[in-house]
């Protein structure tokens, strides 16, 4: 494909630019071959019209696809060139936060300015073993690779970094030697390599300087030559050090610094120590104050000098050097300072008694006259005489800089030579690493000799650059067997000929500097005449005549020639070195110029007036040099010197560091493309690129670019054969097979190609994706038909049965009109009948009511008159009740206001009590139901005066209508009743008033029924408003009971809380002494590793045995019980215990104490649990065993224990007659040799002799106690019986023969009754004491309980805001006084432990004095030493077994030999029991302990834990045998706990196991101790999982494809990752989970306890996690969202193995938390703020370095991807501020959780152990 067919609408090119070097655009036109422009559009969207050149043509770079934007290799990038380095460099820098970049085989540092946690012990463990290419690029990354290659090829290796002063060469070299300081350690007890990284804050102290560009820039080169021994560890070092620049000794320019060294000592002039060297400020000194700028902000130079001296100090410089160093020092600040002034025009004087040339000969020790004379003066030498000739004041001033300079550079090189010998060992160096640190390339306005130098030796190393490069491509082809051209890359040969050839530019300046009156315009002139025209790279400048310009591989430079001469001869007065030289005073000085005569450089200059820097060359090692050699010039020892250190190189490996500054200003990640650009172009980094692009630098194996590109070959094109795959498509994809290679296992394509493929790729998988989508979109749309068809038929369907409905809804309503209007009808009919029958009666109505009112008119006047009179006399007699009634109240008023105002004081009171409300309310309730009642009986009254007032008016109305009657009739007769008229006329008037009346009577009616109304309305009010009071005084006591409620809860939770809180809080500190007594435990271990390897190799050099028996360094540290049992062991090794001591470095009390620390613990809270419940039982069963054993009958028992003191003496007898016979046939046959002594048969009867001896012993004893029993008996039945039957105890008593044996018993018993009589008083005592203290307890108790409902009642009384804070005080008080009782309790436990221990030593002591008395006085000279006597646990012989094992003393090491050296661990595991060897061995012990043998318990137990100890040195990398062990410990110490005899181990024993506990010895101590060895086994099984499983956890967790497919393969570069295609040899998850199961079954089969099952599998899952977190935020390629999708499958299949094996519940997958929320963070959408907020809230494992880590690393596969932005890490970061959390970047990988061993009893009874004979253990006998 033409590239012309590449420039398409919408791609990207890069175009020139003057600010940003390049800028990027986008076509908006395809280009057509001819066009003489481009039209572009740049990024802010303007359109822009590109020319092209005219003459080539050349069309402007094409930008890199996103996708390989941000690579790790600038080789992976498809388009190879300038733009594209720049804009990755800057995208990986500004973006991402990655200041290592590589490019084909150098590393690109760019310099942060900041600080960055990316160079911690755990990143170098990262780093560790790993393959370059496997991990981001790094520093670290480099020198492993060369640390590697150096052990893999055997050959040296060189780390050569350079750059400009403030790229960070200094620092990227000190990284890298700390890197080997680590990794590699040292080889002797020396230190070496704290020795090699103290040298660098020397030389940075006499060799670094603050510049305008670095504050802390290194003024010379330096190369360290790191030495390492046959194992690869650090013996020594050694320095070489190039061109120092000695002119900043008395010159500096502005805003720069002299030396650092010199600011220190101004700044520390104030410590007594310097006050001889009479400094003072900086300021006052011309050497110091010339830059003007003495101080860098944040450096303190006091402290600096102190890191100075410390390091002095560690490289063996001692205090008296130190010293004489300072003094130099401060002579070369005070000779800076000595003024020379003129005499005349032709010489010079200095003034007499100047202070500073005073102080000058004062420190070096000479006189004053000889150095004012030679500093004016100076000696010609001519054939015949010698002239002594005055100086002129700027020649004298020249000399004495010059003198500075010269001392100033001796004193260098004395520093750099004995650096050099601190740091050489005597140890055979078998290889090195040498790290080169030197400047750049170096172009200024002002170019002089020190710039040519610097140049001239970059021209050096950019050649052996060059050719390396090229080596390395060359090779690759021709391993790959491809056919390859001569690649064409700049070669800088010529430019080294014009420098360093025969008559070249430094051959003339030696032949000028050697021609007497040779100038700089002649050296110039013989310049031009020689290179003008001969050398194109050789020009003149067109306005000078002074300076030329020389074209080196960077760049253009000219160069002036003023100060080349005399920078080149670099003279120095030899008159004034020979004053220095003869100090008498400072040996120092002396020793700084004794090689002066040797010497094959100069020391010193006369500068220039126009020089910007001076330099110097460190001398070659010393040798014999003719006086012609004394003269070389600077540039001839530069030459030499550059080509030593070339022809070192060319012999090593080379590695490649290029520094780069990214700005002028020194601030944090900020990138100045312009000045990038000018550091690439010098340092090399694209002249690798050109190289890379004039070849094939894409390369991908055939199984990658099958992966990568599978999607463009049809399914037919897919053969078995993937190289022939991948070759058929290529020839069917590319048709110029000029563009690639096909390679033994790789394809090599030119530059671009990948790029083209790419975008074919992408082309393909757009037209895939749109075919999806169509076909998405079709069934999403038939979908949606298909429910709106389904919608509409539901539609109808529901409007069809409305219809339906309605329908029948009208007909119902229909038929139901038709009744209604039948029914209305009727009832209209039956209205009008019942209208017409009501109009008929009210006519009848009215007639007769007419005449009933006529006839009650007549009546009624009667009766008024009657009503007028009552009512009259009763107004009366009311008024005088009321005038009555107010006296009365008036006075029953005055009355109870009285007793009103008394209880008002009391309601008052009882107001704010509960009690009130309560007595209120029910007074209330009262009160409202006799209101009620009231109210009922007013009511009832109204309704009888409301039915006699309708009487009234009944009665009234049937008079009217009487009277009315009465009218007419009498109006009809009123002719006939004229006489009556009068009559007539009164009766008028009467009615008249009647009507009145009425009217009157209707008003009072009226008035009663309203004040009824109100009355009854005011009592509705009342009622009302008193169940509003009662309803809110109801709720106010329901408030106050759920405040109440609420408030006790709340108190409840939170002391809950606060339990909790403490309970964590108590489980954290335990965890962590935890761990902390585990990690003093693996120093402790490691440390007595170390001193057994240093005891073995003592041995091994002197060849000496030791005589006698010597324990072993870890059980004589280890058990603090040796000291009191073992005091003859204690005495031999009092010697080897000191210097045990020395070595070790470590307090055995105090590791003896912290062994016993936690068992003590338990011990007393254990005790103090049980004592308290068990004393009374104890004491009740005690005292009634007693009674009842008191109380029974003797006989049985007497019969019983004469018949077995029958047996006895006849056994005795037996014995007896046996020994004798046995005896007599020894002596009967003296002749025969079968008796002989050592003869196997005599050996057998000595033997029985022994045994039958000892049986003998043991009856006897037996029968004497038996006897002192019988004796004891029989005088309580006589006390008893009151001698009843004499005749049978003096039968009894006679039997007793001897009367030595009757009082020996009648003692025994005496001494048995008064003890048991002491401990029954005891007991006791003891008990009483205890009810004492019940009682007292119960006492307080119920003290407490009645103060806390004293405390109850009076906070109820409280408001809730007081009642709250009163509960809480009181809480806060009991609390307090519970912790003080506490704290009383366990001082006084303390000192009742202390006390009783110290009694315990005491008694131990005088029982050891009295046994051996007792020894000494009952032997005799005459007699045997008799067995030890017993007169506890007499043994017996039993027919049933014990679950014990008997051995001989002699036999212990062969059973350990058997049972623990030699036993293989694989046949016990499957053919015998669980934990065998532990049984056997506590059954071993266990007999030891019923012997009561003291020595045999101890060199048992301390020869098990030796033996298990060296099995596990000599097999601790064999996972199945530390497994065996840590279960066998573990069983061991079990057996030891369950048969302690303590009650908390006991409660799962059956009666038989608790018949087995150990007797006679408290192993707690030797718990302890077994406990500390079962911690450090279970350590070392951690070490031997880790070192199987580290290896298979990358490559099975991440690198592994385990969901075929969802990984996309991106273009790698020169450094290959490795491939996620699983090959034969590669881990995969699989492996990784069967060797997880191997790990569990094998611990199952060697029956190790459930629990540490558990704790080993957590500990494994947070390996695993570990080191796949730590490796994906160090792997930029990994962080991708199907690589996240990758690690939550595999995380779940890991889940999926804890659920098969039951252990979801031991906190494993508690442990990948970390990871399984870094795969969520790579698969979630990281774009908006909400998106930002659920990161913050998912990723609670993972700390805030961690998340923008991983942020800043995510890489997309694919261009469907897309990329972090800037702005949403800037958020994250923002929102996580507030956290807090350690910044912590990986997770520590040798974390070992506390390890703990939970009680595990065991049902095996000890008795049915069978013992295999494969054990070879036949001399064990049971028991």
């Known amino acids: 494909m033409a590239a012309s067919e590449l420039y398409t609408k919408c791609a990207r090119v890069w175009i020139p630019d003057v600010e940003e070097v390049w800028k990027s655009a986008e076509l908006i036109k395809d280009y057509k071959n001819g066009d003489a422009s481009l039209q572009l559009m740049l990024e802010d969207g303007t359109n822009i ?201 008395v010159f500096q320019a502005d805003e720069e610094r002299n030396y650092h060294i010199f600011y220190q000592l101004c700044a520390s002039s104030h410590l007594p120590e310097f006050k001889n060297l009479k400094l003072s400020s900086a300021n006052d000194f011309l050497y110091t104050r010339q830059g003007r700028s003495p101080v860098i902000d944040g450096v303190d130079d006091t402290k600096e000098l102190c890191s100075t001296r410390n390091a002095f100090s560690l490289l063996g410089i001692n205090e008296s050097y130190q010293k004489g160093l300072f003094q130099v020092l401060a002579a070369i600040l005070h000779l800076g300072n000595v003024e020379i002034k003129d005499r005349d025009s032709d010489s010079s004087i200095i003034p007499p008694n100047n202070r500073h040339l005073t102080a000058f000969c004062e420190l070096v020790g000479v006189t004053y006259q000889d150095m004012s004379q030679w500093l004016c003066h100076r000696k010609l030498k001519t054939a015949t005489e010698t002239y002594i000739k005055p100086l002129p004041r700027l020649q004298a001033t020249n000399a004495r800089d010059a003198l500075s300079k010269h001392i100033y550079a001796k004193l260098f090189n004395w520093i750099v030579e004995h650096v050099n010998k601190a740091l050489i060992t005597n140890v055979k160096q078998h290889s090195f690493i040498g790290v080169l640190d030197i400047y750049g390339f170096e172009t200024f306005e002002i170019n002089s000799f020190e710039q040519f130098c610097i140049n001239y030796a970059n021209e050096k190393l950019q050649q052996q650059f060059n050719m390396h490069v090229f080596k390395l491509e060359q090779e690759e082809y021709m391993k790959e067997q491809i056919p390859w051209t001569l690649i064409d890359f700049y070669d800088n040969q010529p430019c080294i000929n014009l420098i360093e050839a025969k008559m070249g530019i430094l051959d003339l300046l030696d032949e000028e500097c050697r021609m007497p009156r040779g100038s700089d315009d002649s050296w110039a002139q013989k310049l031009y005449n020689t290179h003008l025209k001969t050398c194109s790279l050789f020009e003149k400048p067109r306005m000078s005549n002074r300076a030329f310009i020389i074209q080196h591989f960077a760049d253009k430079v000219e160069y002036q020639c003023d100060g080349f001469l005399e920078k080149n001869k670099d003279t120095v007065n030899e008159e004034q070195i020979n004053v220095l030289k003869a100090s008498k005073k400072f040996d120092l000085l002396v020793e700084l110029f004794q090689d002066e005569e040797k010497a094959t450089s100069p020391t010193g200059q006369v500068p220039g007036t126009g020089g910007r820097t001076r330099l110097s060359v460190k001398p070659e090692k010393s040798r014999e040099t003719s006086s012609r050699e004394h003269k070389k010039t600077v540039g001839c020892q530069f030459r030499n010197s ?111 190609q990948v790029a083209y493929l790419e975008k074919l790729r992408a082309d393909k998988l757009r037209a895939a994706c749109i075919r999806i989508q169509k076909t998405i979109r079709c069934w999403l749309a ?294 902390r007594y585990q990690n003093l435990l693996t120093e402790h271990l490691r440390l007595e590793e170390k001193y057994d390897d240093l005891k073995e190799e003592m041995a091994l050099s002197s060849n000496v045995s030791k005589p006698g028996h010597r324990r072993t360094d870890s059980t004589h540290s280890s058990n603090e019980s040796e000291y009191t049992y073992n005091s003859e062991y204690a005495e031999l090794e009092e010697g080897s215990r000191a210097a045990e001591d020395v070595t070790r470095g470590i307090d055995t009390p105090l590791t003896l104490k912290l062994q016993k620390r936690l068992t003590e613990l338990e011990q007393e809270k254990q005790s103090l649990r049980n004592e308290l419940e068990n004393k009374e039982e104890q004491f009740q069963r005690a005292r009634a065993r007693d009674d009842a054993e008191f109380k029974k009958a003797r006989g049985a028992e007497l019969e019983y224990e004469s018949l077995k003191r029958q047996e006895l003496e006849s056994e005795n007898k037996k014995l007896r007659h046996d020994l004798a016979e046995m005896r007599q046939s020894l002596l009967g046959h003296p002749a025969t040799g079968a008796g002989a002594p050592g003869s196997p048969a005599y050996k057998v009867l000595l033997d029985q002799l022994n045994a039958s001896c000892e049986e003998l012993e043991v009856r006897k004893e037996e029968v004497l106690i038996l006897r002192s029993q019988l004796v004891s008996q029989k005088e309580a039945m006589q006390h008893k019986e009151t001698m009843t039957e004499p005749s049978v105890y003096v039968e009894d008593v006679s039997k007793l023969k001897d009367a030595d044996e009757i009082k020996q018993a009648y003692i025994g018993l005496k001494d048995t009754n008064r003890l048991l009589e002491h401990q029954l008083q005891t007991q006791r005592r003891s008990y009483d004491n205890e009810v004492e203290a019940l009682r007292g307890e119960l006492q307080n108790v119920k003290e407490e309980n009645n103060r806390q409902q004293q405390l109850l009642a009076q906070n109820l009384q409280l408001p809730p805001e007081a009642r709250i804070e009163a509960s809480l005080q009181h809480e806060i008080t009991r609390l307090t006084n519970e912790n003080l009782d506490l704290m009383e309790q366990l001082e006084k436990q303390d000192r009742t432990i202390r006390k009783l221990k110290k009694q315990l030593k005491v008694y131990s002591k005088r029982i050891g004095e009295m046994g051996a008395g007792q020894a000494e006085g009952q032997t005799s000279p005459g007699q045997m030493v008799d067995e030890p006597i017993h007169p506890v646990n007499i043994p017996r012989r039993e027919k049933d077994f014990q679950g014990m094992l008997e051995y001989k003393k002699e036999d212990e090491l062969k059973l350990v030999k058997n049972l623990i050296l030699e036993l293989k661990p694989r046949g016990v595991a499957v053919n015998l029991i669980p934990g065998l060897p532990a049984y056997i061995l506590f059954m071993c012990l266990r007999h030891a302990d019923y012997l009561n043998d003291d020595q045999k318990v101890r060199t048992l137990l301390t020869s098990t834990i030796n033996s298990i100890k060296k099995i596990l040195k000599k097999r601790g990398d064999d996972f199945e045998t530390v497994s065996f062990w840590l279960s066998n410990t573990c069983r061991f110490l079990h057996c030891l706990k369950q048969y302690s005899g303590d009650p908390a181990f006991m409660k799962h024993n059956s009666q038989r196991q608790n018949e087995h506990s150990l007797s006679n010895f408290d192993l707690a101590e030797y718990r302890q101790v077994i406990s500390d060895l079962a911690i450090q086994i279970y350590q070392q099984l951690i070490k031997c999982m880790e070192n199987i499983l580290q290896p298979m956890i990358v490559s099975g967790m991440l690198e592994h494809e385990t969901i075929q497919g969802v990984s996309g393969v991106k273009p790698t570069g020169l450094r290959k990752r490795t491939s996620s295609i699983a090959d034969e040899g590669t881990d995969t998850l699989d492996s990784i989970l069967r060797q997880l199961s191997a790990f569990h079954s094998t611990m199952c089969q060697h029956g190790t306890d459930p629990e540490l099952i558990k704790q080993v599998v957590k500990q494994q899952f947070y390996i695993i996690g570990a080191v796949t977190l730590n490796n994906l935020l160090l792997r930029k390629d990994m962080c991708s969202w199907s690589k996240g999708m990758q690690i939550r499958y595999n995380v779940s299949q890991l889940e999926e193995w804890l659920r098969d094996k039951g252990l979801m519940t031991c906190g494993a997958k508690e442990t990948l938390e970390p990871l399984i929320q870094a795969a969520q963070l790579l698969q979630v959408k990281k774009k908006t703020d909400e998106d930002a907020e659920a990161i913050c809230s998912m990723c609670l494992a993972l700390t805030t370095a961690q998340i923008v880590k991983v942020l800043n690393l995510y890489t997309p596969v694919n261009e469907f991807e897309e990329r972090v932005s800037v702005a949403f890490i800037r958020t994250i970061q923002t929102r996580l501020r507030d956290r807090c959390e350690t910044p912590q970047l990986l997770m520590d990988t040798k974390m070992i959780y506390p390890v703990t061993f939970p009680f595990n009893p065991s049902s095996l009874a000890l008795e049915t152990i069978q013992i295999p004979t494969s054990l070879n253990l036949g001399f064990l006998t049971r028991v």
């Open 49 to 249: 019209d590109h020319k092209l050149d005219p003459k080539t043509k050349n069309l402007p770079y094409l930008r890199n696809p996103d996708i390989l934007v941000g690579e790790n290799d600038l080789t992976a990038l498809s388009y190879l060139h300038e733009p594209a380095v720049l804009h990755n460099l800057k995208v990986r820098f500004i973006d991402s936060k990655l200041i290592y970049t590589y490019c084909g085989i150098v590393l690109v540092a760019i310099n942060p300015y900041e600080t960055l946690p990316i160079y911690g012990t755990d990143i170098i463990n990262a780093y560790s073993g790993q393959n370059m290419g496997d991990m981001d690029p790094h520093i670290f990354a480099v020198a492993e690779e060369a640390y590697k290659q150096m052990a893999r090829d055997e050959r040296n290796q060189s780390i050569i970094v350079s750059g400009e002063s403030g790229a960070g060469k200094t620092v990227s070299a000190k990284y890298a030697m700390r890197y080997f300081a680590t990794v590699s350690g040292s080889a002797s007890e020396a230190n070496v390599e704290e020795k090699v990284l103290a040298s660098n804050p020397i030389m940075e102290a006499i060799g670094n300087a603050k510049t305008t560009r670095n504050d802390n820039s290194s003024r010379f080169g330096k190369y360290i030559e790191i030495g390492f021994d046959t194992r690869f560890r650090i013996i020594g070092a050694n320095m070489r050090t190039y061109l120092l620049e000695k002119s900043r000794v």
């Open 782 to 1075: 038939r979908k949606k038909y298909l429910r709106k068809r389904n919608a509409a038929i539901t539609i109808q369907r529901f409007t069809r049965g409305y219809q339906a409905r309605c329908l029948a809804k009208f007909l119902r309503r229909t038929q139901a009109a038709t009744i209604i209007q039948k029914y209305q009808r009727m009832c209209v009919e039956k209205k009008r009948y019942r209208q017409k029958q009501a109009a008929a009666l009210a006519m009848q109505t009215i007639l007769r009511a007419y005449m009933a009112r006529q006839k009650y008119q007549a009546l009624l006047r009667e009766h008024k008159a009657v009503i007028i009179q009552k009512h009259v006399r009763g107004w009366l007699a009311r008024c005088w009740y009321k005038r009555c009634l107010v006296s009365l109240v008036y006075l029953q008023c005055c009355f109870r206001r009285m007793k009103a105002r008394r209880e008002l004081k009391k309601l008052k009171i009882e107001a704010r009590s509960v009690e009130h409300f309560k007595k209120l309310n029910k007074g209330m309730e009262n009160k409202i139901m006799q209101l009620q009642r009231k109210i009922d009986e007013q009511n009832k009254d109204n309704r009888l005066i409301s039915d006699r007032l309708a009487g009234l008016e009944t009665s009234y109305t049937a008079e009217s209508e009487r009277m009315r009657g009465e009218l007419g009739r009498l109006r009809g007769v009123e002719e006939d009743a004229k006489n009556k008229g009068n009559q007539v006329n009164s009766l008028l008037e009467e009615l008249e008033k009647l009507r009145k009346e009425l009217s009157a009577t209707q008003q009072e009616k009226k008035t009663i029924e309203d004040w009824a109304q109100t009355y009854r309305d005011e009592m509705e009010k009342m009622v009302s408003e008193l169940k509003d009071q009662n309803g809110s005084l109801k709720k106010e006591k329901d408030d106050l009971n759920r405040s109440i409620q609420e408030q006790s809860q709340q108190m409840t939770e939170k002391m809950a809380r606060l339990i909790a809180e403490e309970t964590q809080q108590l489980e954290t500190d335990l965890n962590e002494e935890r761990s």
């Open 642 to 752: 550059l080509q030593m250190l070339m022809d070192t190189l060319n012999a090593t490996t080379p590695h490649y560091v290029r520094c780069i500054k990214p700005n002028d200003f020194k601030l944090a990640f900020s990138f100045d493309p312009k000045r990038a650009v000018q550091q690439l172009r010098a340092c090399g980094v694209l002249e690798t690129i050109r190289i890379s692009a004039a070849g094939f630098p894409s390369r991908w194996t055939y199984q990658e670019f099958f992966s990568r590109y599978r999607v463009l070959m049809k399914q037919k094109d897919v053969l078995p054969d993937k190289k022939l795959t991948c070759r058929n498509v290529l020839e069917k994809l590319v048709q110029d097979q000029d563009k690639y290679q096909f390679g033994k296992t790789k394809i090599f394509f030119r530059a671009g």
